[in-house]
């Protein structure tokens, strides 16, 4: 694990989700399971948050291939994911393009970034996967 996702991490379980460069933004932790070595990994990222549904997205901050993360999901996608108050057991579904570039457009109007992620991936398209409870 990278000494940032570690700093992120510790900082999202000291302070019940929130992390300082994250301002009001929700956070999960993915644990995934790698897709070629097998290993336990913990992942954090921005969550949409839609009533309750729940949503991540496989940006990679906008580079041009996908996160490792997505392959492990692709592999194992019923994984643990630790919300700031509880832990559980979910699928993480990968959504149909309709649906895809909409949630994508919905999380670029609160967080201006992700636009600019899906600018810089392209021609790679952004997954998107909706965290299901199991």
């Known amino acids: ?6 700093a992120v991490i510790e900082e999202f379980r000291a302070n019940s989700g929130k992390v300082e460069q994250f301002g009001d933004a929700p956070l999960v932790i993915l644990h995934t399971v790698g897709a070629k070595s097998g290993q336990l990994r913990e992942i954090p990222l921005v969550m949409l948050i839609d009533g309750d549904r729940r949503f991540v997205f496989a940006s990679a901050a906008g580079a041009p291939k996908h996160p490792d993360w997505y392959h492990n999901l692709l592999a194992t996608p019923e994984i643990d994911v630790e919300l700031p108050s509880e832990t559980i057991r979910a699928r993480l579904t ?3 393009e309709a649906e895809r570039a909409s949630r994508l457009d919905q999380q670029a109007g609160i967080m ?3 636009g600019e992620y899906v600018t810089s991936a392209a021609p790679r398209l952004i997954p998107v996967f909706e965290i299901v409870p199991v």
Request: charged share 15%.
């Open 1 to 6: 694990m990278s000494d940032w996702n570690a």
């Open 112 to 114: 201006p970034q992700f």
């Open 94 to 96: 990968p959504l149909d």
